[in-house]
């Protein structure tokens, strides 16, 4: 069995690079909105910081409304003060504390904004936003079943809350029920037809099961409701990516970027775009805007490693993938593509380490195995190599890659051979 050229490996992490972003696209959108709808009326910006009287200063409700203002001018840590004021008048202000748990999500402390719904809930145990806003807190610290329990909850108070079956489709789909989610946003649809974020819901969905044309065709209903949604333009090109039809998702990306120009994933999926088009030079221009925008984004060092790595850029490709593993250590692609950047280099035995430290993160990663075999087969490790390819072929039967599990049966046989013929002394 012949060892890879560096050409045809890097031919193969280009797929694995797209078929990550895709997969990073397919769990979007990352937060859930959140659900302000019962915002008390504002008063006017030029009346947020006028002399209080003692009534105002004794009553709750003046509170709320500054802090609404405060809230819609991003005045978070202000607009926390006055409903923490506002609770201190009433301590069973149930808007204070609606208010307060938005403002709190949307600062990103999701645990005490999960506290105030929680009050609220204590307050009164049918009020289905409490429900609703809770589990949008609790998906956006990671806890998707807990969401899935509280929109459970909301849609036993209000069976026609289309928000609430959207968003539980969000979380299934995270949790890659994709029947359920499908199931959920098609629901969200029968309530509210005109609902653009239930069409980009099920668009993720059917894209992630294959689905890539149905998928499409929701995005499409999705920007008819939503002609500057740049989302949904992001998700189309992913999925006309996968169909080949580079041109028409580099179309998507740009469009996705004139209506938000520092929207970093799509800088991102459009310079793996232009890396599978072999333009390199575009790719890495691409990568370098989107670290400007999220400097801790560990998908699009990788991705720059990469593109260094077809530019022959051995050095600077070990550095982006490097980068990608402090931010991220448990980032089993990087490391796979880490070693073959130092196989490419010639230092095998860095790349086996890489190749071990993947498939410890990551036991099912069979394109590790495989490139673990080819390089412990240069060293003169057959049966290391035969072993590891015992592993891949039958990870990759499980994963229907069929093309892959035939050429690792093939380079079984090879070394199986090879092995054979090996004289005995």
Known sequence: MKFYSLKTTIAALSIFASLSSTAAIANSPKVLPTFATNVAEQLPAEQVNFQLSSFEADNAEFYLKRGNTRYEQKNYKEAIQDYNQAIKINPNYVQAYFQRGITLRTIGNFQQSIADFTTMLSINPNNAQAYLNRG???????????AIADFNLALQIEPDNAQAYRNRGVARTSQKDLEGAISDFNLALQINFNYAEAYLGRGIARRTMGDRTGAISDFNLALQIEPNNAQIYRNRGVARAALKDSKGAIADFNQALRISPNYAEAYLNRGIVRRMLGDSSGALADFNIALRIEPNNAQVYRNQGIAYLRQKQYQNAIASFQT???????????????????RSQGDLKGSIVNFNQAV????????????RATTREFLGDKKGARADLQIAAELFLQQNKIQSYQQALKAIDQITIALLDKPYF
């Open 360 to 371: 410890r993160i990551n036991p099912r990663y069979a394109e590790a195995y495989q490139l």
């Open 324 to 342: 990608a593993l402090r931010i991220n250590p448990k980032y089993a692609e990087a490391y796979l593509n880490q070693g073959v950047a130092r």
């Open 136 to 146: 949008v807190s609790y998906y956006n610290w990671g806890k998707a079943q807990k």
